[in-house]
């Protein structure tokens, strides 16, 4: 029992090291200047012996902010089609900034809900009214997360669609910070694919890395709105086990298992995860 212990600590520092850690695989990790968060999901075994491809399966903050040299890179990559997860308002207000040759299939599938402010004008609010006092941000974030399992499922399931239709091509996919209604469809993703649960809750946790720069954007609210504001709003810019198993817990609450979700919510017949499969996989070499 003791040899078994050590061989699975083993086996995740090996996991770690060997597939996660951006250092020893460059690629996965692309330093934009512009661009939070932009990885790539290629490298990771699957349970079946298989491996996801690399330079098809792309996530990321959003693009609003991208540099000329980041766009030039964005061209070299040869992205086919763009889902934006972000609101109407969150679009409108910080527009993706793409190369002037795009010819990248642009889709958006807001995340928001009919007549209400996106998620962080809600919280924006809460600060100017002080009501977060006393409030814990990671309920917050596991609501949220419910939601993400729930209300958009169809959204979701759009995502899913345009994966397919773009036959194996480079797909990109973002909202706003690219942690956690990119960070979902991501999980999602891999789960399909047949990557196991711990490789998919630490390719999530990676944003815990990557998201980083944007608080110190945050220090304008601890200048103005006070301390308790910046804990709260720094909080939420993180990433938490908890969450994204709170997304899943509440799928198989809501649908029975994920396998009915897949089938019933996102509505993806046997032939449609094969087909994933084969565009995506390949057999290591």
């Excluded at 029992?1 to 520092?13: F, G, H, L, P």
């Excluded at 729930?150 to 759009?158: A, F, G, L, S, V």
């Excluded at 504001?229 to 720094?234: D, E, I």
């Excluded at 919510?265 to 094969?274: A, F, H, N, V």
Aim: glycine letters at 6%; charged letters at 25%.
């Amino acid at each position: 029992m003791v040899n078994q212990i050590e061989t699975d600590i083993d086996y995740r520092y090996q996991i770690r090291e060997n597939i996660l850690n951006p250092s020893l695989i460059p690629d996965r990790v692309h330093p934009f200047r512009g661009i939070a968060n932009f990885r790539d999901l290629g490298g990771y075994p699957t349970l079946d012996g298989r491996v996801t491809r690399w330079h098809r399966l792309y996530r990321s903050g959003h693009l609003a902010r991208a540099t000329r040299a980041d766009l030039k890179k964005i061209s070299q990559l040869g992205i086919h089609t763009l889902v934006d997860f972000r609101s109407d308002q969150e679009r409108e207000r910080e527009p993706d900034h793409l190369p002037a040759d795009n010819q990248i299939r642009t889709l958006s599938f807001p995340i928001q809900e009919n007549g209400k402010p996106p998620f962080s004008d809600e919280v924006r609010q809460m600060i100017e009214e002080r009501r977060i006092n006393g409030q814990d941000p990671s309920l917050k974030m596991q609501e949220m997360y419910v939601q993400l399992a729930t209300k958009y499922t169809d959204n979701y399931r759009n995502y899913f669609q345009a994966l397919l239709e773009a036959a194996g091509k480079p797909v990109l996919w973002h909202c706003s910070a690219g942690k956690d209604r990119a960070g979902f469809a991501s999980a999602v993703l891999l789960k399909i694919l047949g990557v196991s649960d711990q490789i998919i809750m630490e390719d999530y946790l990676l944003s815990q890395d990557y998201v980083a720069p944007r608080r110190g954007q945050l220090m304008s609210i601890r200048l103005l709105k006070g301390e308790i504001a910046y804990r709260y709003v720094n909080r939420m810019n993180d990433v938490d086990q908890v969450w994204l198993r709170t997304a899943f817990q509440t799928i198989n609450e809501e649908w029975g298992n994920f396998l009915n979700y897949v089938r019933k919510g996102l509505k993806l017949y046997p032939s449609d995860i094969e087909y994933l499969k084969v565009i995506f996989l390949d057999i290591p070499g």
